[in-house]
């Protein structure tokens, strides 16, 4: 089991605890209270998220280490807190193991993708498709 599953396995515990939709709505809300904010600068347009219907921002950075670290934000609360789930999911993993996971595993697991409307669920393909994206081109660089 990689440690992307391993960290999944632990947020969908997490989600187990709660008890319906509104409480954990909440708890995504809280988890993206948590990330730390990006500065003026990083809120460009190129580390624009294209897709999503809120303004989401990603900056990816390749560490010495081999791995990637990843840091986002949002103006929407709970788009925040999907950011922070992405980035528990990937942040601190090297590119490889970043492209062998399907983010629709996490979606599903946690129960977001039929939680979710239509257009954050698109929103959310769109922050994992960035993140994919960005480790392929750190892989193949």
Same mark, same amino acid.
């Not at 599953?5 to 809280?30: S, T």
């Not at 999503?52 to 709970?78: M, N």
């Not at 977001?112 to 498709?129: D, E, Y």
């Given at each position: &089991?990689?440690? #992307?599953?391993?960290?999944?396995?632990?947020? @969908?515990?997490? %989600?187990?605890?709660? *008890?319906?939709?509104?409480? $954990?709505?909440?708890? =995504?809300?809280?988890?993206?209270?948590?990330l730390? /904010?990006?500065?003026?600068?990083?809120?460009?347009?190129?580390?624009?998220?294209?897709?999503?219907?809120?303004?989401?921002?990603?900056?990816?950075? /390749?560490?010495?280490?081999?791995? =990637? +670290? %990843?840091?986002?934000?949002?103006?929407?609360?709970?788009?925040r807190?999907?950011?922070?789930?992405?980035? $528990?999911? %990937?942040?601190?993993?090297? /590119?490889?193991? #970043? &492209?062998? %996971?399907? /983010? $629709?595993? @996490?979606?599903?697991?946690? *129960?977001? +993708?039929?939680?979710?409307?239509?257009?954050?669920?698109?929103?959310?393909?769109? &922050?994992?498709?960035?993140?994919? $994206?960005?480790?392929?081109?750190?892989?193949?660089a």
């Open positions: &089991m990689s440690a #992307i599953e391993d960290q999944l396995n632990d947020l @969908a515990a997490e %989600f187990d605890l709660l *008890g319906d939709w509104e409480e $954990r709505y909440r708890y =995504v809300i809280e988890l993206g209270r948590e730390a /904010p990006l500065t003026d600068a990083e809120r460009s347009d190129a580390n624009k998220v294209r897709g999503c219907a809120s303004q989401v921002w990603l900056v990816t950075e /390749p560490k010495a280490d081999g791995t =990637v +670290s %990843f840091r986002g934000d949002s103006d929407a609360h709970i788009v807190g999907l950011i922070a789930i992405l980035l $528990r999911l %990937f942040s601190g993993r090297r /590119p490889g193991e #970043i &492209m062998a %996971f399907d /983010p $629709r595993l @996490a979606f599903e697991t946690l *129960g977001l +993708s039929g939680a979710l409307s239509s257009q954050r669920s698109n929103g959310l393909a769109a &922050m994992a498709t960035r993140i994919r $994206r960005d480790a392929e081109a750190l892989a193949a």
